[in-house]
């Protein structure tokens, strides 16, 4: 069993930058792809990206391409998303995701442990 939290939401204006966090329980969250995704009110939750378990590949939806990154700290046990020029259109609810796949995936259930979730809410 994996235990994730994710930390670094909150409120920001549109064109701002967060930061959040995922950090797990055991020591070697290395072993997994970890992935990140969001659920809006209302909406599927869809994914945003992923990374692979060396850290030295990623890949991310089309909306996130190019003001999102996702990078990982293995010797800290961690995994992070980067948000720039945030929109409000990136309001919602963000969860990580560790999955035992080998290979990078987009698919919701192909992940094996989630977090509980952080808000993110971008004002205009």
């Known amino acids: 069993q994996v235990q994730l939290v994710e930390s670094g939401g909150g409120l920001v204006q549109a064109g701002g930058s967060l930061r959040l966090d995922c950090t797990a329980s055991?020591?070697?969250?290395?072993?997994?792809?970890v992935g990140w995704f969001r659920q809006a009110p209302g909406k599927e939750r869809e994914f945003v990206g992923c990374?692979?378990?060396?850290?030295?590949?990623?890949y991310y939806a089309d909306y996130a391409k190019g003001r999102f990154t996702i990078s990982r700290d293995n010797a800290k046990n961690a995994v992070f998303l980067q948000m720039n020029s945030l929109e409000p259109e990136d309001t919602a609810v963000y969860y990580c995701?560790?999955?035992?796949?080998?290979?990078?995936?987009?698919?919701?259930?192909?992940?094996?442990?989630w977090g509980q979730g952080t808000q993110v809410t971008v004002s205009s």
């Open positions: 990374i692979s378990r060396s850290g030295g590949n990623t």
């Open positions: 055991e020591r070697t969250l290395s072993n997994y792809v």
């Open positions: 995701a560790c999955s035992t796949k080998v290979v990078l995936t987009t698919r919701t259930n192909e992940y094996d442990y």
